[in-house]
């Protein structure tokens, strides 16, 4: 299985990205996904995560309302827009899949399967 990360990259506060993530070698869609962020001497943290339908979500607080996570199983990809970016979002961006139907982060912290990451930075 692999999870192939992409979208990141520089914008001025107030910006927007889509990252998207691929997944490939999944049997079928039946995976949650979700997206953590890392920044730079703190703690990976959870940040967006959809069901296996893509009806159920769940967002941070910290990212509700800014950010909008969706995937298109045709296409085994999961996307995260980012709107209204602000300079605490910079991070590191990795995208998850895990066998189970959830959204919790807990649960999600242990996720089966992770991809390589990729860097999103907000300048003020």
């Known amino acids: 299985v692999q999870l192939q990360a992409s979208g990141g990259g520089s914008v001025q506060a107030g910006g927007s990205l889509r990252l998207s993530c691929a997944a490939s070698?999944?049997?079928?869609?039946?995976?949650?996904m979700a997206w953590f962020r890392q920044a730079p001497g703190k703690e990976r943290e959870f940040a967006a995560a959809i069901g296996w339908s893509g009806i159920t979500t769940g967002y941070a607080d910290s990212v509700k309302g800014r950010f909008t996570i969706s995937r298109d199983n045709a296409k085994s990809t999961v996307y995260l827009q980012m709107n209204s970016l602000k300079p605490e979002d910079t991070a590191v961006y990795y995208c998850?899949?895990?066998?189970?139907?959830?959204?919790?982060?807990?649960?999600?912290?242990?996720?089966?399967?992770w991809g390589q990451g990729t860097q999103v930075t907000v300048s003020s």
């Open positions: 998850a899949a895990d066998r189970r139907n959830t959204v919790l982060p807990g649960l999600l912290s242990k996720a089966d399967y």
């Open positions: 070698g999944l049997p079928d869609s039946s995976y949650s």
